[in-house]
């Protein structure tokens, strides 16, 4: 068995790269991941981990320095947020499409302008079309749990596609409880040593990697990274499964469903905002008020199966979002869910809801409010007016 | 042994038939530093003349005998910083991590990756085959061509004729990196050139080895193929490319006895036809300034 | 609306000539589109150019495979799949040569051809082998897809009048072979016996020896790998690498003079292996060799030599038994 530590989300997210014995950390500080990148070096050197620590001049160098790790067959760990994601945009892409696997976490922030430090998911939404996997965490156990599953995930044969564990910044890096960690042994046996070697640079078995490639066949590498970032779906299930079975824990795979059984309305929520979102539909429930809550985890690849089928027979959902749609004006996981419903999308009565950019806190009055407005609308299908998170003028 | 004996024995790693234009002093460099390395190497090479014209193949097949990566024009130092510790970390310090890039991979884009590389003293050879300009996408300016050049974006016309500025001696900058070892080639000095890249190549083990080389580039200085050699000669001559060395036992410098003037190594070149008076005085005391500043930190008088 | 695909060899001016019909397309009223393939474009490596000629809008934006006409600058490109590849029944083929229809292997399907010796007029007037704006000359006569007087202005204006004059002589002396009967005219080449044609001929005659190397993802290397893709396990190539031989480009067939070495004036000081960029200099029992398999005739090698003991030489003179010793190009 484990132990109880009281961590910080970021600690968390440190604690787990440092089980998964990580060949090499390269990351570079900024608000509000520094303490994980901090934490590790710490790690290193106190010697608790054996981990190569390069201290980096930037986040695009942080991703390159790991990429080569990865390319000599190395298990590699990074951490960043908002404009340090942006700046790494270059190597971050092309680590995904090289299909060399490792675990990335993001503490989310905004992006700039206006200046801002604090939190938002902007950062890690804005590249989920960069063909990394991204899950997205509510607690600080979950942020554990996750970078040690991301490996198994990212490393598996049939997926090889780098693994982003994004939480909040701040509402989660920042926040302190207590996190069952496991034992060492545990992780061993539950997460055994690298062994991808599709790509490994090496004198003794020379080849190029990534020569000059024509469209078509590029198109063929394109079409198979989509077609195992499909396939990945399973196998995250199969792998929550897994880890439940050893460790007690199951987080439900692609998504998270709160009281959706009987549901009329439903809340779709995802990372940190998810805790506050089930105590919403306690207290509507105690209301007289038939409300459920889907959690997205897994946004790449999106679950759109799962939300199909989760929101069959409901009357009416909101997605709400920390992040927002510039052209769609509004959320983008609301965008994304309309998709996966296709058809069916106007059966319901649906809207988006905005909040906690730039920091700006998601209360529970934000989200009970919500409610009570699907309910209100529950029965005129359709789509109604965005609903943003903020004061009155 | 003689240089002479080193290249005849020494394999070529490179696919004997790559794109790169005739005569062109890049893919000299390349051969030669990869022949120096041997078969124990992995090799960067970032987008450039030599990535374009085939070292990192075409489709499913290779441009080298040795491992080959492309990697962004930006972070060559930093992706070879993480192929180097994981070699030192599986125990095989033997194997040579060796990058060869141009002047945009090294100068301008990818300069921040190279300067903290060199900083950490991370274990490879990082060689520049300066042809002081982005001759692959076209002959346009970079933060190393020469005062006076036409570039594609420093074209010569009645308002602005060519580069207005000096070239950024990067060679110097990155000694001050205090990193392991640093020097000046020029493939008109062969037997200096091999000696250094073997002694960058024993250097790479303990720390950041950097060679800038002088490569002359016929299609895009202007001037017919068979000459690269003699201009390569000539800038030497000059006292432009100083031929020096630092280790840890200081900086040498290569005495040019009997210097000739700029005003007769740009003769015939094309891309300095434009060159005025003005600008042929500044280029002279630039080479001046040069020389004599790497004479001084070599502690040899004038 | 016309479709044409031009072939050529980097620095023949494939782009230019084609921008420049473009120019006078659109200076005559009509529709002109031109795209150029870019693959690695280096002196003397193939290199494809996509032009399109019409009364009305020009909407498509893609690669031509079944053109109506072919524009091909150098007759050493025809040992290519891709050069022919898709001409459409009775389509116009302009070329580059001095050869006759018969021996340039046309395709069937081909209409007339037209063939003009480009390389000969532009060595004549230009000491130099850039054909484009002789073969624009041809271009207009066979076609008429231009007005000739607008064509030929922009060729003054953008390249100057000798290479106007160029285009005249082209325009004269270009010869039709139709599919069935006899050539419209002589070709130059048998008429006309100046040192210049005949240098050209024996040239032609010496670059025809090399094969000529395809551009990786052209046509012509799909049709000659088709299953390539399929053979290889799904696994290994997850990741974009290479895993089947080695990429080599036939450099020797760039080569219009070759280094010969006078072992009579050869004092093995070894500068020439030192400095060749190729690789081409060897060491064999103790005496220094050249190898023709990928030299790309640089000249570096004789330059350098403190003996003179490297001249070079050009490249036809060794046409007889060059097939033998050009072994590049396994693409």
Known sequence: ?393 | ?302 | MKEIRLHGRGGQGVVKASQIIVKAAVAGGSKGQFIPFFGVERKGSPVFGYLRLSDGEIRRKTQIYEPDMLVIMDDSLVGMEATYSGLKEGGTIIINSVKTREELNVPPQAGDVWIVDATGISEELFGRNIPNTAMLGAFVKATGLVEKDVLFEAIGETFGEANTEAAERAFEEVCAYPADGQASKKPAAEEAGGQAVKKSAAEEAGRQTAQASAPAGSSAEKAEKPDGQEEKPKRKHITPKGGEGMYILDTASWRVFRPVMDKDKCVECGLCMAYCPVNSVVSKEDSYVISYDYCKGCGLCAKECPRGAISMEPEADFAADAGAELTGGEM
């Open chain 1, 1 to 393: 068995m484990g132990e109880i530590k009281v961590l910080t989300g970021n600690y968390a997210a440190s604690e787990a790269a440092a089980l998964c014995r990580p060949d090499l950390v390269a990351a570079y500080p900024i608000t509000p991941q520094s303490s994980v990148a901090e934490k590790l070096a710490e790690f290193a050197a106190t010697g608790r981990i054996d981990s190569n620590i390069v201290q980096v001049e930037g986040e695009h160098s942080a991703m390159s320095v790991v990429q080569g790790a990865a390319a000599a067959g190395g298990r590699v760990f990074t951490a960043t947020a908002a404009q340090g994601l942006a700046f790494m945009y270059e190597p971050y892409f092309r680590m995904s499409t090289l299909r060399l696997p490792m675990v990335m976490a993001i503490s989310t922030r905004e992006m700039t302008s206006p200046e801002t430090v604090w939190s938002g998911q902007q950062d890690a939404i804005s590249v989920r079309e960069a063909g990394w996997i991204q899950v997205y965490c509510d607690s600080n156990q979950e942020i554990l749990d996750m970078v040690i599953q991301g490996y198994r995930i990212a490393e598996h044969p049939d997926v090889l596609i780098p693994v982003n564990v994004c939480y909040d910044g701040f509402y989660s890096s920042h926040l302190t409880e207590g996190v069952d960690v496991p034992t060492q042994k545990e992780i061993d046996e539950f997460l055994p040593a690298p062994s991808f070697d599709h790509a490994a640079l090496d004198p003794k078995d020379p080849f190029s990697l990534d020569p000059m490639t024509p469209g078509p066949l590029l198109m063929k590498y394109r079409k198979d990274h989509l077609e195992a970032m499909t396939g990945a779906e399973d196998i995250i299930e199969e792998i929550d499964r897994e880890f439940a079975e050893k460790f007690g824990r199951s987080y439900g795979g692609m998504i998270e469903e709160y009281r959706t059984e009987d549901a009329d309305v439903v809340i779709i929520t995802i990372a940190g905002m998810t805790g506050t979102g089930k105590d919403a539909v306690d207290i509507a429930r105690n209301k007289g008020i038939r409300a459920g809550l889907i959690k997205l985890r897994f946004i790449r690849p999106f679950p759109a199966k799962k939300i199909r089928k989760a929101l069959e027979g409901k009357k009416a959902f909101c997605v709400i979002d920390r992040s927002v749609s510039f052209g769609w004006s509004e959320g983008p996981n609301h965008t994304e869910v309309k998709a996966a419903l296709g058809d069916a999308t106007e059966t319901y009565a649906h809207f988006s809801a905005i909040g906690g950019l730039g920091g700006a806190d998601i209360s529970l009055k934000d989200i009970h409010g919500t409610i009570e407005r699907l309910e209100a609308v529950k029965d005129e299908p359709g789509e109604k007016e965005v609903m943003w998170y903020m004061e009155e003028d």
């Open chain 2, 1 to 302: 042994m003689s240089y002479l004996d080193v290249l005849k024995n020494a394999e070529d790693m490179v696919s004997p038939g790559i794109s790169a234009c005739q005569g062109c002093g890049g893919e000299l460099i390349l051969r030669r530093v990869l022949q120096i390395a041997g078969p124990n190497t992995i090799v960067g090479v970032p987008p450039g003349c030599m990535a374009g014209a085939g070292v990192v193949g075409w489709n499913y097949q290779n441009g080298m005998k040795i491992p080959v990566h492309i990697p962004l024009l930006t972070n060559i130092a930093s992706f070879l910083t993480g192929v180097s510790q994981m070699y030192e970390r599986k125990g095989r310090l033997d194997v040579n991590v060796v990058a060869v890039a141009g002047d945009g991979g090294t100068a301008d884009a990818g300069f921040q990756a190279l300067s903290a590389a060199a900083e950490r003293d991370e274990k490879m050879l990082y060689v520049c085959y300066d042809n002081e300009g982005y001759m692959n996408t076209g002959y346009q300016r970079s933060s190393t061509t020469s005062l006076g050049s036409r570039t594609s974006t420093t074209p010569i016309g009645d308002v602005i004729n060519g580069k207005r500025q000096h070239q950024k001696y990067v060679p110097l900058i990155l000694a001050m990196h205090e990193c392991s070892y640093v020097a000046t080639v020029s493939p008109s000095d062969m037997p200096d050139m091999i000696r250094k890249i073997e002694k960058g190549l024993e250097a790479s083990k303990k720390g950041f080895a950097y060679i800038h080389a002088f490569s002359p580039c016929p299609t895009g200085w202007s001037y017919k193929e068979d000459m690269g050699i003699e201009v390569a000669g000539q800038a030497v001559r000059s006292n432009l490319f100083p031929l020096w060395e630092r280790d840890e036992e200081g900086f040498r410098l290569k005495k040019n006895p009997s210097p000739i003037s700029v005003r007769e190594f740009v003769e015939g070149i094309g891309k300095f036809r434009t060159l005025t008076e003005k600008d042929k005085d500044a280029l002279q005391e630039l080479a001046d300034r040069r020389y004599a500043t790497v004479a001084a930190l070599a502690g040899m008088a004038e």
